[in-house]
């Protein structure tokens, strides 16, 4: 039961570089995000998507782009990495959407992504 | 423009004892909150929740404690065990989206 699954855990890129974070989910969740964790800051909503062909702006999107063509994979598109893009990336998926009694998140282990 | 936020940076209690951490909020359009737990390398992992309608809710030793008129929520850990050492995020939603606070650190000593 692998849940939710992130690749790669850490990756160093160098200004201007592009570089895609896999993510794969193996409940057949509907909803699926992208959150980014900066130092000393909570999770920040980057992209959503509410199913297959479906997606949305959260907080902080700029500088990403994503695609759902699949119900399992929801990948992250860096497309000209900045400093300001150092930061540990979270992906998560749910059932239903987030609530009390529904749609707990599960999260993936994280990607550790530097910019230098 | 902080939604949540959690002003604790860090909390140490003495196992056995009770652990409380706090959590502010600015949007009364939140109608839902919940508490998650980060281990070191792993990702967070759902604790708690509680809908804008109630003021407690209860699992076995965790209770979410939520004060709408004071915009607060916290979450009260009885006893505290070395295990529950890790990083507490409160998060508050509406709709399909969450947002997370900046996380308490807890530290339960043995």
């Known amino acids: 039961n692998a849940g939710v699954t992130q690749t790669p855990k850490f990756r160093i890129l160098k200004i201007g570089q592009s570089m895609t974070l896999q993510c794969a989910q193996d409940m057949n969740h509907n909803y699926m995000y992208w959150y980014r964790q900066d130092p000393g800051m909570g999770l920040k909503l980057i992209y959503y998507?509410?199913?297959?062909?479906?997606?949305d702006k959260g907080e902080v999107p700029n500088g990403y782009n994503v695609s759902r063509s699949t119900t399992e994979d929801f990948p992250l598109r860096l497309e000209l990495a900045a400093p300001s893009q150092t930061s540990v990336y979270f992906c998560a998926s749910s059932y239903l959407p987030p609530g009390e009694n529904t749609g707990e998140l599960f999260f993936g282990e994280g990607s550790r992504l530097t910019v230098l | 423009d902080q939604q949540v936020k959690q002003n604790s940076p860090s909390l140490s209690v003495q196992e056995g004892r009770i652990s409380i951490l706090n959590c502010d909020y600015t949007n009364s359009m939140f109608d839902y909150f919940l508490w998650y737990k980060k281990y070191p390398a792993e990702g967070p992992t759902f604790l708690i929740s509680i809908s804008s309608i109630k003021d407690k809710n209860e699992d076995g030793r965790f209770t979410v404690f939520l004060n709408k008129s004071a915009k607060h929520l916290s979450l009260h850990i009885v006893p505290s065990q070395p295990g529950d050492s890790a990083v507490y995020f409160c998060?508050?939603?509406?709709?399909?989206?969450?947002?997370f606070g900046a996380g308490t650190i807890l530290r339960v000593k043995s």
């Open positions: 998060a508050a939603g509406n709709g399909n989206k969450l947002v």
């Open positions: 998507s509410v199913g297959a062909g479906i997606t």
